[in-house]
């Protein structure tokens, strides 16, 4: 008997996304920029909004789930709790870091020093540091009533999408010094 993992077509159209913004986020032309600036603005977006509307997709889903399964208010009140622990904390961090980088762009006259030159490597790490936090934090919420995990790993997907917010405002500060953004 073997593993079988399914996968849904939206998931693989968005890892398509990923995949391909990744890949034109090397580019140097005036198109391929304009293109990575674009998706990334649009991913971003669509983590801003995933950020937002995870909660209250959450609470709706495990109310109605609760309504045909019947849980315990001791199993509601855990859940809720489980998620909301984790997401008010990862939320927190996410908009602190996304802030952070923002007024250092903004403030930063100079294009040049520690912060500046490993912005893709210090967001990508904090991105990997996201994944493995909510692995850890999700196998505390493994049951068979109700996946809480599947609803964490998705507020971490669209915080990783919000992330990449000061990339492409970094993108779009040295292509405005190049003067060659359109």
Do not use: H
Request: aromatic share 14%.
């Amino acid at each position: 008997m073997g593993l079988s993992i399914s996968v849904s077509p939206i998931a693989l159209f968005i890892i398509l996304i990923v995949f391909f913004n990744c890949l034109i986020s090397f580019g140097k032309s005036k198109w391929m920029n304009l293109c990575y600036i674009i998706l990334s603005s649009i991913l971003s977006f669509i983590g801003i909004a995933g950020m937002i509307l995870m909660r209250p997709i959450f609470i709706s889903r495990i109310n109605k789930s609760a309504k045909i399964r019947e849980f315990d208010s001791e199993f509601l009140t855990w859940a809720i709790k489980k998620f909301d622990s984790y997401a008010v904390f990862s939320i927190t961090a996410t908009c602190i870091i996304i802030l952070f980088f923002l007024i250092y762009f903004i403030i930063l006259k100079k294009r040049d020093g520690f912060l500046w030159n490993n912005t893709t490597f210090i967001l990508i790490l904090i991105m990997i540091t996201n994944i493995f936090i909510g692995i850890v934090y999700s196998i505390g919420t493994i049951n068979k009533m109700f996946d809480v995990a599947g609803y964490i790993s998705q507020l971490i997907i669209a915080e990783i999408f919000a992330l990449s917010i000061p990339l492409v405002t970094k993108r779009i500060l040295i292509l405005k010094n190049k003067q060659c953004l359109w």
